[in-house]
């Protein structure tokens, strides 16, 4: 039986149409314990992010430009359902995956979610076998279905495999691998290449130089291995992200205590289309570094996120690197405040900008709560940021061609879920450009305009509606509100209010009905 409850909690952020890029911080939870790790663009410039709550349910999002809340989903399907991964499909609606334990074939099962457009649930799978299996990467297929990384026991030759499924475009299986050794070998990343093959990437401690080494394996379309490299040196090397880069070859980001400047930091290895690298990077401080996701951006760079404890406000912050083609250094930011903050995605937006997420404890109504941080093209996010001078390095680490087992397996199930709707928005911080461009009857003044002890705005009000005024300073934070306005007149005092740039909104139950700006000396 499907279920609907709504708990929205709305908090007002400043809506004016401005010109040039968006730049905010939200975060997204309840008040259990949220995580995020899937981000995708969305065709109308807006984003959706996947991931779960305390609650063990699926949690997923859809946002606008500019942060605003479209729609909220929270999926349950009888136990603890988890989301990794989540992209928009090519018919506007989006595929989720990660875990469950709700149903399937036994133990936790591999979880795939569709949902429409609007957030609608259509249909639920699980596949896998007795054991545990996860999908910790998805992509939607040049063919409509979706190829599918994770890690398989129940279809191991050791500790646990690479277990990779194409299925069509209902989550049915069209094939399946499992790929590995006697130790651990997990997939975290995968992508369809231009050729319609694939390829993904993870670690191995089955094969390699020690410990765990980074391992990628291309397969053409039909699941048939046609490569497989291992990077790395005696430490801990694992790979979490892999995007083609538009000379056919492969960015690579992921973690290495192998190299660098402190215990774990950022690695960054480019390769050409045979998995031969071109360079290697490592990125870091005195602490922990620990990448999540890597991107191609328009300039042919290169960014990478995840999370530092060398630097930045509090114990972990969002670590965020540009570099330029050939992996040196254009700048580095961290983002959060006094306590743990982890980010996990990234992607470039149509501004030129960027959109991380993940999520963290110092902000938000619970002890975790999803993270949302919208920057311009040099990575300024207006507050809870640094700007750090990381240590770069160059290792030298040859690719060797290992030798695993390939084999195949997994059922499929499926469920009806339990769909929630809500969740607790704040806004931390939003740009609102300087640039308003007004409804035809909203051109408003106050007077005098710099205001220095009150000002006096008249408009016209025949019909005695109730207005709201609404000021705000140039970070988008509400800071006067007077609310039954139904005379013609709004005298506002200075009081506590600082010098700078305001703008201000009347605003009616049909919306936004005037604006303007108004400076305070």
Known sequence: MLKKTTIFLSISILTFTVSGQSIFQKTFGTTAYEEIWGLDKTYDEGF???????????????????????????????????????????????IAA?????????????????????????????????????????????DGGFIIAG????????????????????????????????????????????????TAVGLTSSVGAGGNDLLATKLDKNGNVTWMKTYGSGGDDRANSIQQTSDGGFIISGVTNSFGAGN????????????????????????????????????????????????????????????NSIGDTTWTKTFGGSMDDYATNV?????????????????????????????????????????????????????????????SGGTVNSAIPIL????????????????????????????????????TLNFENPENRKYTFNLYNVQGQLVRKIEQVTTETIILERQNLLNGLYFFQLITDAGVEMNGKLIIE
């Open 48 to 94: 959706v992010l996947g991931g779960y709550t305390g609650f063990g349910n699926a949690y997923i999002i859809k946002l606008t430009a500019i942060g605003d809340t479209s729609w909220t989903r929270n999926i349950n399907v009888g136990g603890m359902d988890l989301i990794y991964t989540i992209q928009q499909t090519n018919d506007s609606g989006f």
């Open 347 to 407: 992607k470039q937006t149509p501004d030129n900008g960027y959109a991380i997420v993940g999520y963290g404890q110092s902000f938000g109504a619970g002890s975790h709560d999803f993270y949302f941080v919208k920057t311009d093209s040099n990575g300024n996010g207006i507050c809870n940021q640094n700007t750090t001078a990381t240590i770069v390095n160059s290792p030298i680490s040859t690719a060797t061609i290992p030798t695993l087992t390939i084999s």
């Open 98 to 142: 990660g875990r469950t334990n709700g149903f399937g074939a036994g133990g936790l099962d591999m979880l795939l979610v569709k949902l429409d457009a609007n957030g609608n649930n259509q249909w639920n799978k699980a596949i896998g076998g007795s054991a545990d299996e996860t999908v910790n990467s998805i992509e939607q297929t040049l």
């Open 151 to 198: 890690n398989t026991y129940s279809f191991s030759s050791g500790l646990n495999d690479f277990y990779i499924v194409k299925t069509n475009s209902i989550g049915n299986i069209v094939w399946s691998k499992s790929i590995g050794g006697a130790g651990n070998d997990n997939a975290y990343s995968i992508i369809q290449n231009t050729d319609s093959s694939y």
């Open 420 to 455: 929630n709707t809500g969740t607790i928005i704040n806004t931390l911080c939003t740009n609102v450009g300087i640039e308003i461009i007004p409804k035809e009857n909203g051109d408003v003044n106050f007077f005098p305009n710099p205001l220095t002890d009150y000002a």
């Open 264 to 323: 774990y930091d950022f690695y960054l290895i480019k390769t050409d289309n045979s998995g031969n690298p071109t360079f290697q990077k490592t990125f870091g401080g005195v602490g922990n570094e620990w990448s999540y996701c890597v991107q191609q951006t328009n300039d042919l760079g290169y960014m990478l996120t995840g999370y530092t404890t060398s630097f930045g406000a509090g114990s972990s912050d969002y670590y965020f690197i540009k570099t």
